[in-house]
């Protein structure tokens, strides 16, 4: 079946604008998790949703950066006002439980110019 | 904050040698789970060890954990150069939050 699609692949933005990012989870996977990857590095949490509980966003960076789930499957993250420092790979992974494996989409490469 | 870090940062051997990385955790843990990434894709699940078990096999990757240590490690024998990317550790913090360490860049050379 489909894995986790993301979209777009790559992105490229001017400092000061806004960017979403897109998840398509596999279906039927109730956990999304978003993370971040900077260049050579590991991986940053930043947030996570569980069916229909309270989001965990304790890994958001900023209150530029928002993200949401609608109808526990699709998930767009949010970036606003964009800045250098936000130029990273943006991964995606979903999972039927939290206790097992994630599966990651190939992630959004954003580049703030 | 991270929950694991591997060790060590970077790796590199001969082709059909065999290959050793390191996670230390800090809080106890019900599972540990491997990853590998190859570069500019997203992360594969390699292989799950629960906090019961010692050692894991799944072809030629072998997984050890010591709960007394807080660490695991992970062995590939025989490596190829297929195998050349970067590997990770990550641990459940808190209620359902998986947090990944750094990573060790694996390079395995023909």
């Known amino acids: 079946g489909a894995g986790v699609s993301q979209s777009p692949s790559n992105k490229v933005t001017e400092k000061g604008k806004d960017v979403e990012l897109r998840c398509d989870p596999i279906?039927?996977?109730?956990?999304l998790y978003w993370y971040r990857q900077s260049l050579g590095q590991g991986l940053e949490f930043l947030i996570y949703?569980?069916?229909?509980?309270?989001?965990?966003k304790s890994g958001l960076p900023s209150d530029r950066f928002s993200a949401e789930r609608t109808g526990g499957s699709v998930s767009t993250l949010t970036i606003q006002r964009t800045q250098q420092e936000d130029s990273a790979v943006y991964l995606c992974?979903?999972?039927?439980?939290?206790?097992?494996?994630?599966?990651f989409g190939n992630g959004t490469r954003l580049t703030v110019t | 904050s991270q929950q694991g870090e591997e060790d060590p940062q970077a790796l590199s051997i001969q082709e059909g040698e065999n290959a050793t990385m390191n996670c230390s955790y800090k809080?106890?843990?019900?599972?540990l789970q491997w990853y590998r990434q190859n570069s500019g894709r997203g992360l594969v699940h390699l292989i799950l060890?629960?906090?019961?078990?010692r050692e894991k096999h799944s072809g030629r990757l072998r997984v050890t954990l010591d709960t007394s240590k807080k660490s695991s490690s992970l062995l590939i024998t025989a490596s190829r150069a297929a195998d050349t990317a970067s590997y990770f550790c990550?641990?459940?913090?808190?209620?359902?939050?998986?947090?990944f360490g750094q990573g060790t860049r694996l390079t395995i050379n023909p």
């Open positions: 992974a979903s999972t039927r439980d939290g206790n097992l494996p994630l599966h």
């Open positions: 990550a641990q459940i913090q808190g209620a359902q939050k998986l947090v």
């Open positions: 060890i629960r906090s019961n078990e």
């Open positions: 809080t106890s843990i019900n599972n």
């Open positions: 279906s039927g996977h109730t956990a």
């Open positions: 949703f569980q069916g229909n509980s309270a989001p965990d």
